[in-house]
């Protein structure tokens, strides 16, 4: 939660609600709730009877609006188009300041796929079924979405195969030169003049019934004109229909298709598109093959005009399924409209809901009562603290604010507690909090300053139970082969011989074909691939054991120096030349969270130290140990001691038969007094090992889980991660 938050923003001033009349004193008195949304919290931060309480002005927020997709310059999740879906069908309707207005309706199980009505690139038009369906197959073969219409014209079938949107004519004439310098779409469309169509069309006349518009549109189309019909927002009563001709990318293009018209239907009378206007293009699109008995189709829908919206409401109370949006099913409407040049994808919802959600998609349905009910009701002041923050949303759907993964996601314990806690939220003397959360604190709270540099009054650095996240996590092996390669193998794979090499050390061996070893001790085919591979009867040296990385306990790396040196350079005064030798830890927080760091002896200089995580490959936290490959501790038998670096001198090896030599290998094995066996490796690598997951401020929720098995209720929960603050109701 609340990734890139540096600040906490200003809270509710309190002093002014004692300016209010008695009446309103004495209800805050009794701790009642009044139709200002002002109330009493009556318990102890110790959780204990009533004490210090404090009283808050709390927004109401019947609805929330939730971003899908949104770029508002600050925050962008683009798409450039959105299919939606619901079993009993949907409602669709323009939207406006006034009101809504009925526009169409799709029937059950019919998708509507949504784009902003702007630039394409019109690739093909044939009549040739059997070679759109080759074309279409060329491009889906390129990862390209193409769409194909069916029209008729001229008495004839014609297929338009046509590729974007595209936000400019600029970035559509690219792609045009793209695609068809690709040798198998090139050869496809050879002879065919492709070309940039745009979002400027003539008005060929407005109708109060749809069906009346659809018949000019065939009428045009007869005369090889590409007409459709749009859905047009009129300032009073219902919406019209007005038949759009041409998709012209400029004014030139806009004027010769005029003079086009003109000349085969010169009755026709074209009229300019208000630019203020506010429209749905509407088109039907094959989405299959186009030469199947059985074609399905999909309703393709254009947004025009600069303020336009339409919200997409499923029939009776079903959800509405977002393609795009991992195929997620939502509650309430999806809102569509145009926000900085782009598609907005908004879910709108009622706001409890919307925290129903937020606590299944944040926690697991496994985990106790008490604990979602402490995530309920810190979801809900977060949500409520937060206003409009991104110009049409309160939120979006990510953990930059809290995780929201829509109706699909509801488990039946979350409902039971944001039902227990409904409308119950935290406050302390300015007002509303915002609580911070993250998956483990690792063992420990992080203090404010450890992350971005501020204090926060009702944050404090607090023990907290968290190891649960370990329990019952397989161990891992640290193995090496007999060639030297080396990382973690998963225990089950691995078993002992009972052999011994030379030093004492067991061989194991793989019990499995084509097993996996990886650099950490944890699965994840992207960040952390398998680095080679076993067989069975593969026989190596375990030399270390790591519970699985999870989000208590982990190990990331190994990281090599070069690639360490570049990011570091980026916060250091003085970059690095050479190699970089040295990465320690100079200064911790309360915590134990690392708060200043040197390179080579160099302070790393990050804008805040939360920013360590980011600098250092996306570490989990920044409460964390280094484990480096490439120096160690020499202790002679004279009793000196030396420093092996990766300057150093090669070292020099007696071997067991007394014979010395300066060692030829990069990497060596060593055992300490304690029998543990060590790796060194020149270059040097990084190994980072810490505890927790997240930034650490606020609540833990693993902790929060291991609270609630200790008996605490959720506000003692909730009051133990937060200082000094009381649970109010609105």
């Given at each position: 939660?609340?990734k890139?938050?540096?600040?906490l923003?200003?809270?509710?001033?309190?002093s002014?609600?004692?300016k209010?009349p008695?009446?309103l004193?004495?209800?805050?008195?009794?701790?009642?709730?009044?139709?200002?949304g002002?109330?009493?919290?009556?318990?102890?931060?110790s959780?204990?009877?009533?004490?210090?309480a404090?009283a808050?002005?709390?927004?109401?927020?019947d609805?929330?609006?939730v971003?899908?997709?949104?770029?508002?310059?600050?925050?962008?999740a683009?798409?450039?188009?959105?299919?939606?879906?619901?079993?009993?069908?949907?409602d669709i309707?323009?939207?406006?300041?006034?009101g809504?207005?009925?526009?169409f309706?799709?029937?059950e199980?019919?998708s509507?796929?949504?784009?902003?009505?702007?630039?394409?690139?019109l690739?093909?038009e044939?009549?040739?079924?059997a070679?759109?369906?080759?074309?279409?197959?060329?491009?889906?073969?390129?990862s390209?979405?193409?769409?194909?219409?069916?029209?008729?014209?001229?008495?004839?079938?014609a297929?338009?195969?046509s590729?974007g949107?595209y936000a400019?004519?600029e970035?559509?004439?690219?792609?045009?030169?793209?695609?068809?310098a690709?040798?198998a779409?090139?050869?496809?469309?050879?002879g065919?003049?492709?070309?940039?169509?745009?979002?400027?069309?003539?008005?060929?006349?407005?109708?109060?019934?749809?069906?009346?518009?659809q018949q000019?549109?065939?009428?045009?189309?007869?005369?090889?004109i590409?007409?459709?019909?749009?859905?047009l927002d009129?300032a009073?009563?219902?919406?019209?229909?007005a038949v759009?001709v041409a998709?012209a990318s400029d004014?030139?293009?806009l004027?010769?298709?005029?003079?086009q018209?003109?000349?085969?239907?010169?009755?026709?009378?074209?009229q300019?598109?208000?630019?203020?206007?506010?429209?749905?293009?509407?088109r039907?699109e094959?989405?299959?093959?186009?030469?199947?008995?059985?074609a399905?189709?999909?309703?393709?829908?254009?947004?025009g005009g600069?303020?336009?919206?339409?919200?997409?409401?499923?029939?009776?109370?079903?959800?509405i399924?977002?393609?795009?949006?991992?195929?997620?099913?939502?509650?309430?409407a999806?809102?569509l409209?145009?926000l900085?040049?782009k598609l907005?994808?908004v879910?709108?919802l009622p706001?409890?809901?919307?925290?129903t959600?937020?606590?299944?998609?944040?926690l697991?349905?496994?985990?106790?009562l008490?604990a979602?009910?402490a995530?309920?009701?810190?979801?809900?002041t977060?949500a409520?603290?937060?206003?409009?923050?991104?110009?049409?949303?309160?939120?979006?759907?990510?953990?930059?604010?809290?995780a929201?993964?829509?109706?699909g996601?509801e488990?039946?314990?979350?409902?039971?507690a944001?039902?227990?806690?409904?409308?119950?939220?935290l406050?302390?003397?300015?007002?509303?909090i915002?609580p911070?959360?993250?998956?483990?604190?690792g063992?420990?709270t992080?203090e404010p300053?450890?992350?971005?540099?501020?204090?926060?009054?009702?944050l404090?650095?607090?023990?907290?139970?968290?190891?649960?996240?370990?329990?019952?996590?397989?161990?891992?092996?640290?193995?090496?082969?007999?060639n030297?390669?080396t990382?973690f193998?998963?225990s089950s794979?691995?078993?002992?011989?009972?052999?011994?090499?030379?030093a004492?050390?067991?061989?194991?061996e793989?019990?499995?074909?084509?097993v996996?070893?990886r650099?950490?001790p944890?699965?994840d085919?992207?960040a952390?691939?398998?680095?080679f591979?076993?067989?069975i009867?593969?026989?190596?040296i375990?030399?270390?054991q790591?519970?699985?990385?999870?989000a208590?306990?982990?190990i990331?790396g190994?990281?090599?120096?070069?690639?360490l040196?570049?990011?570091?350079?980026?916060?250091l005064?003085?970059?690095?030349?050479?190699?970089?030798?040295?990465?320690?830890?100079?200064?911790?927080?309360?915590?134990?969270?690392?708060t200043?760091?040197?390179a080579?002896?160099?302070?790393?200089?990050?804008?805040?130290?939360?920013?360590?995580r980011t600098?250092?490959n996306n570490?989990?936290?920044?409460?964390?140990?280094?484990?480096?490959?490439?120096?160690?501790?020499?202790?002679?038998a004279?009793g000196?001691?030396?420093?092996?670096?990766?300057?150093?001198?090669?070292?020099?090896?007696?071997a067991?038969?007394g014979?010395?030599?300066e060692?030829?290998?990069?990497?060596i094995?060593?055992?300490?007094?304690?029998?543990?066996?060590?790796?060194?490796?020149q270059?040097?690598?990084?190994?980072?090992?810490?505890t927790?997951?997240?930034h650490g401020l606020?609540m833990s929720?693993?902790?929060?889980?291991?609270?609630?098995?200790?008996?605490?209720?959720?506000?003692?929960i909730?009051?133990?991660?937060?200082?000094?603050?009381?649970?109010?109701k609105?």
């Amino acid at each position: 939660m609340l990734k890139n938050m540096r600040k906490l923003l200003p809270s509710i001033n309190i002093s002014k609600l004692w300016k209010e009349p008695v009446s309103l004193k004495r209800c805050l008195v009794i701790g009642c709730i009044t139709s200002l949304g002002v109330g009493l919290g009556l318990m102890h931060p110790s959780g204990e009877g009533i004490g210090i309480a404090y009283a808050a002005a709390v927004p109401k927020l019947d609805a929330i609006r939730v971003a899908l997709f949104l770029d508002t310059g600050k925050y962008a999740a683009n798409t450039p188009a959105v299919t939606l879906s619901s079993d009993k069908g949907l409602d669709i309707a323009l939207r406006s300041a006034v009101g809504s207005k009925p526009a169409f309706s799709m029937a059950e199980k019919m998708s509507v796929k949504a784009s902003l009505d702007t630039h394409r690139v019109l690739l093909w038009e044939t009549g040739e079924a059997a070679q759109v369906k080759a074309l279409v197959q060329k491009l889906s073969d390129a990862s390209i979405d193409a769409a194909m219409v069916k029209r008729t014209k001229q008495g004839k079938i014609a297929y338009q195969v046509s590729v974007g949107p595209y936000a400019s004519k600029e970035a559509a004439s690219a792609a045009l030169t793209k695609l068809v310098a690709l040798p198998a779409v090139g050869s496809l469309v050879k002879g065919y003049a492709s070309a940039v169509t745009g979002p400027m069309h003539w008005n060929a006349g407005v109708y109060a019934a749809e069906a009346e518009a659809q018949q000019q549109a065939a009428a045009i189309g007869q005369a090889g004109i590409d007409a459709d019909v749009a859905v047009l927002d009129v300032a009073a009563g219902m919406p019209a229909y007005a038949v759009l001709v041409a998709a012209a990318s400029d004014a030139a293009e806009l004027a010769a298709a005029k003079q086009q018209l003109s000349a085969v239907l010169p009755a026709v009378v074209l009229q300019p598109v208000d630019a203020a206007a506010s429209y749905v293009l509407r088109r039907t699109e094959l989405d299959d093959a186009p030469d199947s008995p059985a074609a399905s189709t999909i309703e393709r829908v254009l947004l025009g005009g600069p303020n336009v919206k339409l919200l997409v409401s499923p029939k009776t109370t079903e959800t509405i399924k977002v393609m795009e949006r991992f195929e997620r099913t939502y509650r309430g409407a999806i809102e569509l409209s145009r926000l900085n040049g782009k598609l907005a994808v908004v879910n709108e919802l009622p706001f409890e809901q919307y925290v129903t959600s937020v606590v299944s998609s944040e926690l697991s349905k496994e985990w106790p009562l008490e604990a979602l009910k402490a995530q309920a009701v810190a979801a809900r002041t977060y949500a409520l603290k937060q206003g409009v923050k991104y110009q049409i949303a309160h939120v979006t759907d990510t953990t930059l604010d809290q995780a929201y993964k829509g109706a699909g996601a509801e488990f039946a314990s979350a409902l039971a507690a944001v039902s227990a806690t409904q409308g119950e939220v935290l406050a302390d003397k300015a007002g509303l909090i915002t609580p911070l959360f993250s998956s483990n604190a690792g063992g420990m709270t992080a203090e404010p300053t450890e992350v971005w540099g501020n204090k926060v009054d009702y944050l404090k650095s607090a023990a907290t139970p968290d190891d649960g996240a370990e329990k019952g996590k397989a161990i891992w092996y640290r193995i090496v082969l007999p060639n030297g390669k080396t990382g973690f193998i998963h225990s089950s794979y691995a078993k002992a011989t009972g052999q011994k090499n030379a030093a004492g050390l067991i061989y194991y061996e793989a019990t499995g074909t084509g097993v996996s070893v990886r650099s950490a001790p944890y699965v994840d085919n992207t960040a952390n691939p398998a680095v080679f591979k076993v067989d069975i009867g593969d026989q190596f040296i375990v030399i270390d054991q790591a519970v699985e990385s999870n989000a208590y306990s982990w190990i990331r790396g190994p990281f090599a120096a070069d690639q360490l040196k570049e990011k570091v350079n980026t916060v250091l005064a003085q970059p690095i030349g050479g190699a970089l030798e040295q990465l320690e830890v100079s200064a911790r927080g309360a915590s134990g969270r690392v708060t200043n760091m040197k390179a080579n002896g160099q302070e790393l200089k990050p804008a805040y130290p939360d920013a360590f995580r980011t600098l250092f490959n996306n570490l989990p936290s920044t409460r964390f140990e280094i484990e480096e490959t490439g120096s160690y501790t020499i202790q002679g038998a004279n009793g000196t001691v030396r420093k092996q670096t990766a300057s150093s001198p090669k070292v020099v090896i007696a071997a067991g038969s007394g014979q010395a030599k300066e060692s030829a290998s990069s990497q060596i094995f060593v055992m300490g007094g304690n029998n543990k066996v060590r790796m060194t490796d020149q270059p040097s690598k990084f190994f980072f090992k810490g505890t927790g997951f997240g930034h650490g401020l606020g609540m833990s929720q693993w902790g929060a889980k291991g609270y609630a098995e200790l008996g605490y209720d959720y506000k003692k929960i909730l009051q133990t991660y937060y200082d000094g603050v009381s649970i109010i109701k609105e």
